[in-house]
T-cell receptor, first 111, second 118 residues
């Protein structure tokens, strides 16, 4: 248990649905991240937030929309996704040291 | 851009034996960090060990140790006295030392699936 939680753990959605993934950490970390993990591919960094400000958008399609209302919470809003967006979505946080601490992920299936 | 390569998609080891997982990386930087993360079936990515490039001494955490060869850009993980709970995907990761703290970007390899044979 790293202190980073993610909900839901599993999500199945149609291509026309709108859903949101939630990440929460109460570790006092100032940076939060979204990663996408697809089978047989390295983890792909999607977004970085530092002190609630987005500092990185790694060329992610606009159907993924992040939101960071405070340093403890991070959301990923999803709409009109494609089947190839099915993956494990991991949230991480870091306290300003080089390590990142990951949540358990949300397994997303787009039908 | 930095790249991380893990050339062993799968490895297996007998319980209580020692296994070494390989990782190579490519970078033009001299200041950086290297990590090994473990991802068991529960999917939680757990930090196993960290190495600073400026340190010559290899990092050790209990049964886990690394062989860091900076000139060869090699960073292998040795697991001693393997236990059933060590079964997982193991990812090697790189972080530049040039970026500001709080804005770390990790570059990951594709992972090695480790199976422990009872």
């Amino acid at each position: 248990e790293t202190g980073v939680t993610q909900t839901p753990r599993h999500l199945v959605m149609g291509m026309t649905n709108k859903k949101s993934l939630k990440c929460e950490q109460h570790l006092g970390h100032n940076a939060m991240y979204w990663y996408k993990q697809s089978a047989k591919k390295p983890l792909e960094l999607m977004f970085v937030y530092n002190f609630k400000e987005q500092t990185e958008n790694n060329s992610v399609p606009s159907r993924f929309s992040p939101e960071c209302p405070n340093s403890s919470h991070l959301f990923l809003h999803l709409h009109t996704l494609q089947p190839e967006d099915s993956a494990l979505y991991l949230c991480a946080s870091s306290p300003g040291s080089p390590e990142q601490y990951f949540g358990p992920g949300t397994r997303l299936t787009v039908t | 851009a930095q790249t991380v390569t893990q050339s062993q998609p799968e490895m297996s080891v007998q319980e209580a034996e020692t296994v070494t997982l390989s990782c190579t990386y490519d970078t033009s930087e001299s200041d950086y960090y290297l990590f090994w993360y473990k991802q068991p079936p529960s999917r939680q990515m757990i930090l196993v060990i960290r190495q600073e490039a400026y340190k010559q001494q290899n990092a050790t955490e209990n049964r886990f140790s690394v062989n860091f060869q900076k000139a060869a850009k090699s960073f292998s993980l040795k697991i001693s006295d393997s236990q059933l709970g060590d079964a997982a995907m193991y990812f090697c990761a790189y972080k530049s030392g040039l970026e500001d703290f709080g804005n770390e970007k990790l570059t990951f390899g594709t992972g090695t699936r480790l199976t422990i044979i009872p």
